[in-house]
């Protein structure tokens, strides 16, 4: 097997070379740094031999259990098949060694930029927003502690907070996400404020009996009138007999993804011919995934901000700030517990606040960032390299 050597000042320089001399196809044994110059050590493709073919295959070898001999009663195409399985898992574990590679190298060549993202890592900001985030920081005095106030810029509030003062407010969002505990946050923050003959309730969740009760009983306590309807005219008459009100909060039933009652519920909303604020509610005690479909789900009810719920619930605030920021939908509630009114928070003013709780959670669990996992998201560029 003929290797060259190949230097650089750094990985992707070395990479460089090596993709101008041998090819893409190129294989790489090894590699090197040695004072902050790094060394690649690569072979021509071909001159590589195949696996199960006798030579020493150490170096690129991944799972000796299955070798790609072929086996009797192997087709041809089974130990293609085999092949191509065995150079995918070489290619993914060349593409993590080399990620580790230049995330080491650019932690010590930006120990800052690195810590910086190090701690949006352990935030569980998504790496995309945490490279813009870090970068701004770096920008500024140079330490990852100026990322706190990057992440209070990159937060949009609302103000005025829909569900505050006066207006037609409706709530939407997923099942069990605390829809209708805000309502009742609100409404109870609202009588006590200007008195209970300044808010009305309605509520569009005519499909579950419970449901209508729960509010009923919210209202009963607060000595707020509560509407039930089932319709896009049943909603305007609701209206209509609610508009000495000057908080009107609609609660509307929660509903799955593909639920065509959702669609429904949001075309009485636009009949309704009001101005109606939709806030979404977002529960804070979910992954990411599960943010960006809810977000998907609900763009056609065009929330004009969100409500952050079950904060108290969240053992990471990362994936609720990440898709917050990145749709740039802005925050006017943060929910964090059961009780009535208490656990309500207006976010204007607040950024701060919540930012520290995402750090604070983040002491509560003092594990180690993980190394690899850092480099995969930082290092992305490596799964390119070879295009
Ligand atoms: N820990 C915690 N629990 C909450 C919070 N908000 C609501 N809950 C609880 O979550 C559960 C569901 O709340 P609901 O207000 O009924 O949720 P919903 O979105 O109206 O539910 P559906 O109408 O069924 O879609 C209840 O047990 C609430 O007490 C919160 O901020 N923190
Ligand atoms: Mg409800």
Not at 34 to 60: H, K, L, M, N, Y
Not at 308 to 318: C, F, I, Q, R, Y
Request: proline content about 6%; aromatic content about 4%.
């Amino acid at each position: 097997m003929d290797t060259m050597s190949f230097n650089g000042n750094s990985m992707r320089e070395a990479l460089r070379r090596v993709r101008d001399e041998l090819g893409p196809e190129a294989v790489i044994m090894d590699t090197r740094h040695d004072s902050g110059a790094v060394e690649i050590i690569a072979a021509r493709p071909g001159s590589v031999p195949i696996p199960g073919a006798g030579a020493d295959t150490d170096c690129f070898r991944i799972d000796d259990s299955e070798p790609a001999v072929e086996l009797p009663g192997d087709t041809g195409k089974d130990s293609v098949s085999r092949l191509q399985q065995e150079v995918g898992s070489l290619r993914c574990l060349l593409e993590s060694q080399l990620a580790r590679l230049i995330w080491d190298e650019r932690s010590r060549c930006s120990p800052e930029l690195a810590s910086a993202l190090r701690k949006c890592g352990q935030l569980g900001i998504d790496s995309d927003i945490a490279r813009k985030l870090a970068g701004s920081a770096m920008a500024g005095n140079g330490s990852w502690r100026a990322l706190l106030p990057e992440l209070v810029r990159a937060l949009a509030v609302s103000e005025p907070a829909p569900g505050t003062g006066a207006g037609i407010v409706a709530i939407c969002g997923p099942t069990g996400v605390g829809k209708t505990t805000t309502i009742a946050k609100l409404a109870a923050r609202q009588a006590l404020r200007e008195g209970p003959d300044t808010v009305g309730l309605i509520t569009m969740d005519s499909y579950r009996v419970a449901a209508r009760e729960q509010l009923e009983n919210y209202g009963r306590i607060l000595g707020v009138s509560v509407q039930q309807v089932s319709s896009a005219e049943g909603l305007s008459h609701a209206l209509d007999r609610l508009a000495s009100r000057k908080l009107v909060l609609i609660d509307t039933a929660g509903m799955g993804q593909r639920d065509p009652r959702l669609r429904e519920q949001l075309a009485w909303l636009e009949a309704a011919g009001r101005p109606i604020d939709t806030l979404l509610a977002l529960p804070a005690n979910v992954q990411g995934g599960t943010l960006r479909q809810i977000i998907t789900q609900f763009a056609g009810a065009r929330p004009a901000a969100a409500i952050l719920t079950k904060v108290d619930e969240a053992t990471s605030l990362g994936p609720a700030l990440s898709a917050v920021i990145r749709e740039q939908l802005p925050l006017a509630w943060v929910t964090n517990g059961q009780r009535v009114p208490e656990d309500l928070q207006r976010m204007h003013g607040r950024e701060s606040w919540l930012i520290k709780l995402a750090v604070e959670m983040v002491r509560d669990d003092p594990a180690p960032p993980d190394e690899q996992a850092l480099a995969w998201a930082y290092t992305r560029e490596v799964q390119h390299a070879w295009a």
